[in-house]
């Protein structure tokens, strides 16, 4: 659909911020638009559409919320890329989750610290203050779109190396599994608001929720890492699927 075909619809009643979604939503369809592609900004949609700018950002909002568009603050908007979907039953590598889906894997190593365990982070891990601990944050990008941010606490006697391991090559669970086979894992899920430094960090639009898986994992009988995977809501799923017992 043109500009002008929307503009003739006018005459139908419709609110001009429905052509306008009409209008990009037709072009997704007819294959002009496609997964990745920048949409029109608020400005070329006031040119393009003479209305204001409240009815071009009332169009594009909708939108978002409607999972048909991703605003990224300072970038722009693009149409949404299919939702990746990550499993909260099964601990899976994130790399190769990507992977899997055809898109490529970059990790941004934020921090991999050595630490001596403050109380907060000692009850975390359930030992005590001053245990050495190594502290990770990464995150974690699709196609070039950050979509998890790790921040991770590890027992450095559980995992002796993980403070030396180089996080661009090999994922933290990847190192972990194979040092530290896992006999028991606890998953928690929340949705809430990111602070500011997430929010940047994974280039987020304001009033974006997060989903916040928190991890936790034991080897060998002891707790060896406790995990936060925080995921923009907007572009990110979790699911499980598991087997029934009948009897």
Known sequence: MTAQEADAEAGQGLPRYVEIKRHIVSALRSGHLGPGDRVPSEAEIVEQFGVSRMTANRAL????????????????????????IGHMIEIRNIADEIR???????????????????????????????TRIFHSMIVHHEAEFPIQLEKRLVLAAAAPDY???????????????RVAPLDRVEHRVAATMPDPETQALLGMSA????????????????????????????????????????G
């Not at 055809?102 to 009850?123: K, M």
């Not at 034991?218 to 699927?241: C, F, I, N």
Request: positive net charge; hydrophobic residues 40%; aromatic residues 8%.
């Open 163 to 177: 403070g030396a391991i180089d996080f661009h090559t090999v994922t933290p669970n990847e190192y972990l599994t």
């Open 207 to 246: 009033n974006v929720p997060v989903l916040v898986m928190t991890r936790r994992t034991w080897s060998r009988g002891q707790l060896v890492s406790h995990a936060w995977l925080t995921h923009p809501a907007d572009r990110y799923e979790l699911t499980a699927t598991f087997a029934v017992d009948a």
């Open 100 to 130: 899997v889906r055809g898109h490529s894997y970059r990790p941004r190593v934020l921090c991999n610290e050595t630490l001596r365990a403050d109380p907060d982070f000692a009850e975390l891990l359930g030992v005590r203050a001053g």
């Open 61 to 84: 909002r909708e939108l978002s919320s409607a999972g048909i568009i991703v605003r990224r603050a300072g970038a722009g908007s693009y149409i949404a890329e299919p939702k990746p």
